[in-house]
């Protein structure tokens, strides 16, 4: 018996989290989803959406490089080794994701593909190159070891079997000088009558440099994967998107920056549209919501404008487009309008309410718009100083919109992202808010700078 021998293999895997960064590179563009996501979106692979596979790709490549460094070959008690079965079972998809993400890419890799210093097998025809090498020997060794009939340079037959492999430090005895420095034999039948076959002399260093030079062309397809999406990015900025005309109907508008997101980023943020053209058309049967109802509707033109900077300079990063220099939560004005989350002592009692008063929003039943009355109704205390509710004559929805409409005007007076944003001017808050807002000076999350109109 040989004596123990073993062989591991060590990828960096700070190679694939680079190319995973890559691809969030731009994430900063939309918060809801990747910007790459949507400009994968029309492209395809063999007919399946290519986001999908590059998803899929990225997974497979982190687990797998984990696996494979995890393994200790070389120390099976079996006559076959199957630990280095196994092994390059796992290696090939690895690799083959690899490839897939340059296939995906467009990333020309003709040149690495016919790389054959690794095995040195240009095989009977001369033109073998280590990557059809390798998938040879998976394909013997581990796929389809009674039938390998697809690498007919390298079999020297139609169709060749493998009844086993064989660590060779472990071969019971001396081993045949025929195999040379080899670590692994493994036996190619080749399926004629009187024929003992082939010898596949397996080096392990060699298989292992193959695996650590592909699986470091990830760096050349990130590489490209940044350069598509600056170019992607450059396009969509380089396209116009016009402000409002003086004869386009303000809910026109929303429905056309509606269009241009879900063209550049996805449909993820259309409720928020669909909510902000229910703000501005808001008209409150009662004449003492008025004043609220039109602050309200003007921080939403206020937050549009923003967004059209968001849409054409595709970026949601500073107070031209999120409203405020830096935001912990990643969200933008825009979509901080609608949630009106804020550090108000008037409300920590009724996160439940907070909650059930959704039900109001036109899109549940009967049974849960009453709850959500009843959860608003315990809130009068707190809302009903800021605008006045009628439960008997208002419908769901305009309780919604005047819930919304009393929290917008709460968050003026308390520490958040929308007091942040809002400007200091009174067609967004009221006197009261203003003055609010002016003892506020320590307010951690406030941050004086950022008060400004969008760009025009």
């Known amino acids: 018996m040989g004596c123990e021998k073993t062989f591991q293999l060590h990828l960096d895997p700070d190679l694939v989290e680079e190319f ?8 900063h563009i939309s918060e809801q989803i990747s910007f790459v996501e949507k400009a994968f ?16 790709c990225v997974h497979r490549i982190r687990d797998g490089v984990a696996y ?25 998809v690895v690799l083959d994701c690899v490839q897939m993400l340059a296939d995906i890419l467009g990333v020309d890799l003709s040149e690495e593909n016919s790389r054959t210093a690794a095995f040195n097998m240009v095989g009977t025809d001369g033109k073998g190159t280590d990557k059809q090498y390798f998938e040879f020997l998976r394909s013997l060794c581990g796929v389809h070891p009674a039938e390998t009939d697809r690498h007919r340079r390298y079999q020297g037959a139609d169709m060749v079997s493998c009844p086993y ?86 809910a026109d ?24 053209k229910k703000a501005l058309q808001f008209v409150p049967s009662n004449k003492a919501n008025v004043a609220a109802s039109r602050r309200y509707a003007n921080a939403w033109r206020f937050a549009l404008s923003l967004q059209l900077n968001v849409l054409r300079d595709m970026s949601r990063e500073g107070i031209d487009h999120a409203g405020i220099d830096y935001d912990d939560t990643d969200w933008i004005l825009f979509e ?38 009843l959860k608003l109704c315990e809130m009068d205390e707190v809302l009903g100083k800021y605008v006045a509710f009628d ?38 808050r009221s006197s009261d808010a203003m003055e609010k807002g002016g003892e506020c000076d320590e307010w951690p999350l406030l941050r004086r700078g950022s008060r400004s109109k969008a760009r025009r």
């Not at 550090?343 to 009453?370: C, Q, R, V």
Request: glycine share 6%.
């Open 68 to 92: 494979l460094n995890g393994q200790k070959l070389g120390s099976m008690k079996y006559r076959s080794a199957f630990d280095f079965i196994n092994f390059i079972n796992n290696a090939a």
């Open 336 to 373: 901080h309008l609608l949630y009106l989350h804020c550090h108000a002592d008037e409300l920590k009692p009724f996160g439940y309410n907070l909650e059930k008063i959704h039900y109001l929003d036109g899109t549940s039943g009967p049974s849960d718009s009453s709850w959500g009355r």
């Open 41 to 56: 979106e029309r492209k395809k692979y063999r007919g399946v959406p290519a986001w999908d596979c590059i998803c899929t």
């Open 165 to 250: 492999l064989t660590w060779t430090h472990t071969f019971p005895t001396p081993m045949p000088e025929a195999w040379g420095n080899c670590d692994i034999h493994a036996h190619a039948f080749v399926n004629k009558s009187n024929s003992w076959g082939g010898d596949v002399c397996i080096q392990m260093s060699q298989v292992f440099a193959h695996i650590k030079y592909r699986y470091s062309l990830l760096n050349k397809i990130g590489n490209e994967l940044e350069r598509y999406q600056e170019r992607k990015i450059e396009e969509l900025r380089g396209t116009p998107i016009p402000d409002r005309g003086d004869d386009e109907d303000e």
């Open 391 to 428: 439960y008997e004559t208002d419908s769901d929805e305009e309780l919604y919109m005047l819930s919304r409409i009393a929290l917008y005007e709460i968050a003026l007076r308390n520490p958040c992202e929308v007091n942040d944003a809002i400007p200091f001017d009174s067609k967004y």
């Open 253 to 276: 508008f929303i429905d056309r920056l509606k269009g241009v997101e879900e063209e550049r980023f996805g449909s993820n943020n259309d409720y928020v549209y669909d909510f902000a």
């Open 20 to 27: 995973n960064d890559s691809l969030g590179k731009h994430e």
